[in-house]
């Protein structure tokens, strides 16, 4: 199985800031990765496939990169709506694989 | 708009059963790929389950095998998760989720809100 070691685990900022969380995947992955946000109490949200394809309908603030098997999500200048829990998935195989996740909170 | 509605979550002794049902509507759901993630309370997103448009292929999560079955049926836009031998660690919410794109590797872009599994005595 894929391991998705993500980190930090916990992120504390202000708004404004510039906010980076990184996920390795232990082997290979071809770019098949995924971003999710999550609210308390909510199902997850799609952001960002394919490593840095931006989906339908979510702010510009939000970017992706990819550096072999390290792939990094970028919040630009954050927002209050983007305190939340941020997962990174793998879809090269199976199982699918989610990271531990990244819990933004303020600062 | 496509919506995804989960329902059959209760609680459940340890060893019981239960069936989580998924209703899909908004999109041509027998063109789809289909999944089932879980997430136990306060932890990370560990996915399920996975079936294909036509329901002819299906993927597990070891920890599931041969105690949990995905199925669907594309005549009612219905995902269904049949879970059997039921541990206190399944006890978590069971979302669905749709394929992003059909028959092709896909992240989840349309997700049900959830439906809680308690397996406890």
């Known amino acids: 199985d894929i391991q998705m070691t993500q980190s930090p685990s916990t992120l504390s900022a202000s708004v404004g800031d510039r906010v980076t969380i990184t996920c390795r995947a232990s082997q290979s992955i071809s770019g098949w990765l995924a971003w999710y946000q999550q609210k308390p109490g909510k199902a997850p949200k799609l952001l960002i496939y394919k490593a840095s394809s931006l989906e339908s309908g979510v702010p510009s603030r939000f970017s992706g990169s990819e550096s072999g098997t390290e792939f990094t999500l970028t919040i630009s200048s954050l927002q209050p709506d983007d305190f939340a829990s941020y997962y990174c998935q793998q879809y090269n195989s199976y199982p699918e694989t989610f990271g531990q996740g990244t819990k933004v909170e303020i600062k | 708009e496509v919506q995804l509605v989960e329902s059959g979550g209760g609680l459940v002794q340890p060893g019981g059963s239960l069936r989580l049902s998924c209703v899909a509507s908004g999109f041509t759901f027998s063109n789809y790929g289909m999944n089932w993630v879980r997430q136990a309370p306060g932890k990370g997103l560990e996915w399920v389950a996975n079936i294909k448009y036509d329901g002819r292929e299906k993927y597990y999560v070891a920890s599931v095998k041969g105690r949990i079955t995905i199925s669907r049926d594309n005549a009612k836009n219905s995902l269904y998760l049949h879970m059997n031998s039921l541990r206190a660690e399944d006890t978590a919410v069971y979302y669905c989720?749709?394929?992003?794109?059909?028959?092709?590797?896909?992240?989840?872009?349309?997700w049900g809100p959830g439906t809680l599994v308690t397996v406890s005595s």
């Open positions: 989720a749709r394929d992003r794109v059909p028959m092709s590797r896909s992240p989840f872009d349309y």
